[in-house]
């Protein structure tokens, strides 16, 4: 219902979410796509093309250093990324709910544990760690990787929701709650969480950009798992092969494009999502 | 001091009040918002004239468009708020009498001389906007030197105006945090008569407070028309405190005024078949023992407002005029009637909006 | 003849704030108040008092949200706090609440009807959706709502009547036997209180139900009749029936109290009365008193004023017809 009303009033909300569901849908097809593209052939093995051959009608974004066509590999470096991102939204965001309303419904001791540990993980330093785990981890698989992306962005948005809970859990509905003897889980999950929706897709989309940014931040310099094809790692290929000096731009730019317009599509929905929630930032309406 | 004859000069006052000159006139006023579904008339036509030295009550239930009827006169509207059509003439002393100016007409220059110097506001709540880290006096005196006395003057005032309100010259030196919410309330009112203006519009001035402070609140008001001579316009949901302070009041609903006259008059012998219900659901201490009526039905709101009269749905004597055609605000000529099988009596200047008597349809139904 | 047990009662409950090992300023907001409530005769009980005398801080302790630090609220003459879950709630049944602010007691994210449904499911009152469609039907008859007009609807639909009345519905669904009003009716509009109070009479001449209804406004105390009970400063000090205690209040505070209502009669006028004690008295005292455990609260703004008033705290002393802790009556009290 709130994403309705989300998709109702802010323009920039739409215009993201049209954006990132044509590139889920995108990266969604990308088998067929890339058949269409290069037939049968494996999109990741080498020495199928040309090496570094310019746009054409056949490779729109020509052939890398190792004779496979760029644009398949975007669309595979696009899955991938928006895999990592959303798996890592996921779970950032269960744990921050779960945090964030018993911190804020309970109070006390349990609120004041709760606060502390999510006060430590905002505390560390979320690169640094990043780079040295990488340092001794070389091969992650995705799922792993989203965790460890997911245990650094949570508690943000655990905060945040905290802060609201607390305000919430003052309100006179409340109280009538209580007084018709529901239980706290019930309480939380049918009186809170209804109203709290916003925060929590704020939370969510929050955590899926900074997760995507996090790994694509790693990869460029270098650091990041090398297993998995996606778009910071084809930046940091074409970087390697030094193909801006090559004058094989295109190489380079297909994966940044795609990943600006990821990224642009999740800060479009960032900012529309704020704007319905939080009423100072939308314009007059005169209501 | 002020016990001593207050009770003479009150009743003289209040007689004086009957041949005074007008002093505010309002002419259809209307107020609407602009909305993508065509304008909301929150205020949609009123008429009423306030006297020199006059309290004048104006009453209504929420919702019913009464502060912003006051807003529209003091030409505080914003937007997508605006002031489609209406009058607003106040007679602004000058040199050997006054004249008239239409409040509406005037630039914001002139507005602003008006203000506080001739026209003060006290708006709903005010006592809540006290600047809490200014002294009491120093927020009077930062008032009149705005308004254009000389900083030395305005010092030397302060003890008066706080005694006028009631409250010791000691005063001065505290922050609002130290008064109460009724000590609060009388500072405000004492930097709105700093000036001393001829007309103050205290929009609910004792809302909020505790009954006793609110005695005091208002006996304040009263106080200030017999030392100063001010009128002031009151604006409440509450009927009792009109009941107790004001000479004159109007009686709102659903953005209309359906009625005026003597407050005397309006509480003895309402015309509106509205006033006369909402005078009849008032508690009265001390009465007998009965169940009270009360209006069944909801009041209406701007985003829809019923056709013709806006009391129709509600109104136990509904006409079939009444669904047609909205009743115009008519002076109804004073003495003894049957309206609707209730004996009346209309005494001088009291107005109503209502077709059971200005139409001929009326006429039938009341037996006359 | 036995007593039987009260239904519902405060025995001699008190509640401080602060005082822990962090604060060492405490605020007495209950001080030692004690009344009941039995099955039969139903009774309304009118709590009127100023803001800040403790009105709301009793009407929470009755409701069980929070907790007396002196004294016990006992239901069916047990500890409240010392119930079991199947007790509990049936205590939560039995006394019900309607609360001041008729926006805030709904959740806005679901519609009104809500309300019924959550009540009829955690009190298991119906056993089929037809079953539990009649009991809201006929709940809604009794405040005089029209389902049509009101189920389906979003709170911001309804006016503030309409809200307060579906809470009284909710409470009659409930077959209370004590309704503990806090305020019910200073946020709706006059003709709406008298329809809201004439639902809690008939509440008590048709169903038996007793209510506490808190309020600073005395005429309504006087129009619900029944009892009342004066608060100053967390402390009851007077109490008797409405009829004796407007017609000749024994406590300064009380006539204070009495003197300062607005009669909706132009021709009963203040300024024809001498003016209230508060205005001839120094501007700085309006300012509540600080607590004193062992003095009369009300002595600085008392024009009887005497020395024992500061030194000895009055007890409620029994009169004729009412009782007043006022060191006035202290000779002839029974």
Redesign the interface.
Known sequence: MFLLNAWRSSAKFRLGAALLVLLCAIAALHPLEVRLLIGDADPLATGTFDIFDDPSIAHPFGTDRYGRDVLALVLIGLLNSLEVGLLAGAISTILDVMVGFVAGYKGGGVDGTLRTVTDMFLVIPTLPLLITLSAYVRSLSLPVLGLILASFSWPFAARAIRTQVLSLRSRPYIELARMSVMSDAEIIAQELLPNLVGYIALGFAGAALGAIGALVGLEVIGLGPSNTMDLGLLINLAQQWGVLSLGKWTVFTAPVLALVSLFVAMVLINIGLEETFNPRLRGVTGK | MLEAGAAIVASQARQDAEDRAPLLQVEDLRVHYASTAGPYRVVDGSTMTINRHELFGLAGESGCGKSTLVEGILRLIKPPGYVPTGRVLFSLPEAGGSRPVDLMRLSSKQLRALRWRHISYVPQGSMNSLNPVMRIGDQIIDGMVTHGVRAEAARQRVPELLELVGLGPELAHLFPHELSGGMKQRAIIAAAVALNPQLVVADEPTTALDVNVQRVVLQTLAHLRRALGVAIIIVSHDLPVHAQLVDRMAIMYAGRVIEIGSVEAVFQSPLHPYTRGLVASIPRIGGPRERLPGIPGVAPSPLSWPSGCRFHPRCPYAMEVCRRAEPVLTEISPGPRVVAGHPLTVSPGQSTACHLFTSSSAERANGG | MAVSTPLLELQNGSVVFGGGALSRITTVAVDNVSFQFHEQPPRILSMVG??GSGKTTIARCL???AEPTGGRVLWRGKDICRLSSDE??TY?REV??V?Q?PY???????RVDR?FD??IR??GLASSPAKSRELVFDALRAV?LRPDDTLGRYPHQL????RQRIMLARAYLLRPKVIIADEPISML???????F??IL?DFKEQYGVSTLFIT?????A??L?GDILVMEHGRAIEAGSVDSV??HPAHPYTQ????????????Q????A???I??RR???V???APQRRNSCLFADRCPYVMEVCRQARPRLFRLADQQAACHLHAETAV
Do not use: C
């Not at chain 3, 006016?159 to 309409?162: A, N, V």
């Open positions: 100023e803001s409701l069980g949200l509990f709630r939560r019900q609440a609360f602010d805030g007691i709904y959740n806005p994210y679901y309300v959550v009540a955690k009190f005089d006016s503030g009547g309409e509009d006059a003709a709406v209180r008298t329809l109070m004439n009479l600073h406004d005395l005429s309504t006087y129009y009749g407007m017609d204070l109290l009495l003197q300062s209502v607005p009669r909706p009669d132009p021709r006028r203040w300024e024809d001498p003016p209230p508060t205005w120094p501007a700085t309006e300012r509540p």
